[in-house]
């Protein structure tokens, strides 16, 4: 007789005494054949739970500094020996047939629940990365990594606009939604708020209006000489400058509106400060020549090809702001738009100190060159902003030009003043 017809047997009740015998002798030896495959499969368990510990760290420290592509390859390598540990672990608990339906729920469980996150988080921007700003004993600041990228990206792209805050909402793998604040702006000035989500690496903007790119001519184009371009400064003459004068003296005594201003040269960043100084024009977005001057004088293209710029003034804090027990907690580099002056510096006196504005400038170029996934998403080149901070540390700071956000009277002296050679004003 078979055994399988044994077992019938005694399910239905109509088994000899030495068939029951057979069966309870078979039943008692499963019982510790299972005792041994459980505790086969803990210790399965234990692997997979120390092997997911040291992926999710490994990919923390290399997405967390050194060369962005190295850390990439690291991070991949990493989630790849995760994916092979479990996929033998489960072949091993395969075929044994006790544990097999146990192996597989626990081990789908942790690689749904802990695995695949790290891994798609490895192969995809992450928007809710920790970046610790400062640390000490007692307090800790940190932001997430969406509001450090946007924050740097619109300074640099975007005149008198800066979105350095952010809240995030993870939706699933790869999956974000995000809500996009500004920090400090001038007062009046429009403090929009920008929503959107994330999926997989791919940006998408609900309202892309609040962040326009300005318009092909909003600044003058200049000659390789460094004057303004011939053809532009006649446009400008004989069809821009009365209209905007007439439109500057409408204003009312508290109106205030954006202006783009263009100099008669490129200006050095002595005859910068002389200006703001002598029309009393501060909190200004300066245009940078981060790029070299490549147009003739009759030639008319966008100036705004491969330049970028910085606030003068924003976003300031003291060396010693966060101290604790004397000890300074600010971690340099976290936040690359916050100004961190020495504590013996006032914000006038870095108003006027080339040395450390220069060094911003490299500083917040040469942060958004390294952040290849981010920049992927908007669909620029991380090689023109490591370009741009090359140019920078070579040929100094040169302007091209500054947007404001100013009264009647301010634009007035900016029109008249020798080094302006044309301003636009935001469309009404």
């Known amino acids: 007789m078979k055994f399988r017809e044994i077992v019938e047997k005694y399910r239905m009740g109509t088994a000899s005494e030495e068939e029951i015998r057979l069966i309870r002798e078979e039943m008692e030896k499963q019982e510790c054949l299972n005792e041994l495959l459980c505790e086969d499969v803990e ?39 995760f994916a092979r540990m479990i996929k033998k672990a489960i072949r091993r608990a395969f075929f044994k047939a006790g544990a097999v339906i146990l192996a597989l729920a626990a081990a789908l469980t942790l690689f749904l629940c802990y695995g695949l996150s790290p891994i798609v988080d490895a192969l995809y921007y992450d928007p809710t990365e920790e970046v610790v700003l400062s640390e000490g004993e007692g307090f800790r600041i940190s932001k997430d990594r969406l509001a450090v990228d946007s924050g740097v990206y619109t300074e640099l792209n975007y005149p008198l606009c800066r979105f350095d805050g952010a809240t995030v909402v993870e939706r699933g ?11 400090y702006i001038p007062m009046g000035l429009s403090s929009d708020r920008l929503s959107g989500q994330i999926s997989r690496g791919v940006l998408t903007l609900f309202d892309a209006n609040i962040l326009p790119r300005m ?3 909003e600044f003058a184009n200049y000659e390789e000489s460094g004057a303004v371009n ?10 821009w400058k009365d209209e905007i004068h007439g439109r500057v003296a409408k204003m009312g005594e508290d109106d205030r509106t954006i202006a783009y201003v263009s100099f008669d040269h490129i200006l050095s960043f002595e005859e910068l400060l002389t200006l703001k100084e002598e029309t009393d024009t501060w909190m200004a977005w300066n245009l940078v020549d981060t790029h070299g001057l490549r147009n003739d ?14 606030w003068d003034a924003y976003g300031f804090r003291s ?10 907690g ?16 006032s914000y006038e006196e870095y108003q006027g100190n ?3 504005q220069t060094a911003k400038m490299i500083e917040l170029l040469e942060y958004m060159g390294q952040q290849e996934k981010f920049l992927a998403m908007v669909g620029e080149d991380p090689a023109w902003y490591r370009d741009a901070a090359e140019y920078v540390g070579q040929h100094g700071m040169r302007f091209m030009g500054i947007a404001v956000y100013g009264s009647r009277e301010t634009l007035q002296k900016l029109l008249d003043h020798p080094l302006v050679s044309m301003v636009t004003l935001e469309q009404e």
Request: glycine share 14%; proline share 4%.
């Open 43 to 81: 210790d399965s368990l234990e692997q997979w739970g120390t092997a997911l510990y040291e992926t999710r760290r490994s990919l923390h420290e290399n997405g967390a500094a050194g060369d962005p592509n190295e850390g990439e390859a690291a991070a991949q390598v990493e989630a790849e020996r």
């Open 173 to 183: 793998f790869g999956e974000y939604s995000f809500e996009l604040l500004q920090g």
């Open 215 to 217: 318009a092909v001519n």
């Open 230 to 239: 011939t053809y532009q400064r006649r446009e400008w003459n004989e069809y």
């Open 297 to 310: 004088g009759e030639g008319w293209s966008s100036v705004r090809g491969g330049q970028f710029g910085y």
């Open 319 to 328: 060396e010693g702001e966060f101290s604790h027990d004397g000890e300074n």
């Open 330 to 345: 600010v971690i340099p580099g976290a936040e690359p738009t916050v100004r961190v002056l020495p504590e013996d510096m």
């Open 354 to 356: 080339e040395e450390l």
